[in-house]
């Protein structure tokens, strides 16, 4: 497969990241690939955090790369992570790549109440945590 990336400073179009699926809006940064395998041709977008991580997360990747390869990864780097307010491990998340954050809500229940607490934790830090653990 040959591919060819620039990075292009102030987006024209929105687009849509191949790897975490947001949109990127008109005058973010982003990195536009070209590719063309066996006979075929086309081009995605990756935005900044994206392409400049992508490389961390997975060792190969092609434009067949979807959304659900990010979310499986920061599930799996997430393992481990407690509630903060009740320690509970039963939590939602969304990947947030403009500030490089992930956004937890806790499901859990604290008596008979959810617990429903909403807490951040660093995108980059998360990576890095993971990194240290594989090496
Ligand atoms: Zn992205
Ligand atoms: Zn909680």
């Not at 809500?105 to 653990?133: P, R, T």
Request: charged share 25%.
């Amino acid at each position: 497969m040959f591919t060819h990336s620039k990075d292009i400073k102030l987006t024209r179009k929105p687009h849509l990241c191949l790897f975490c699926e947001r949109r990127i809006e008109i005058g973010e940064s982003a990195q536009k690939t070209f590719y063309v395998d066996s006979g075929k041709g086309g081009d995605y977008y990756l935005c900044k955090w994206c392409a400049t991580h992508i490389d961390d997360i997975v060792e190969e990747y092609e434009y067949e790369l979807s959304g659900g390869d990010l979310i499986e990864y920061v599930s799996s780097a997430l393992y481990g992570t407690k509630c903060p307010k009740c320690n509970g491990k039963d939590y939602d998340f969304n990947v947030d790549t403009l500030c490089a954050k992930v956004i937890l809500s806790c499901n859990d229940y604290m008596e008979d109440m959810v617990c429903g607490n909403h807490w951040a934790v660093s995108l980059n830090e998360l990576l890095l945590v993971n990194i240290k653990q594989e090496a």
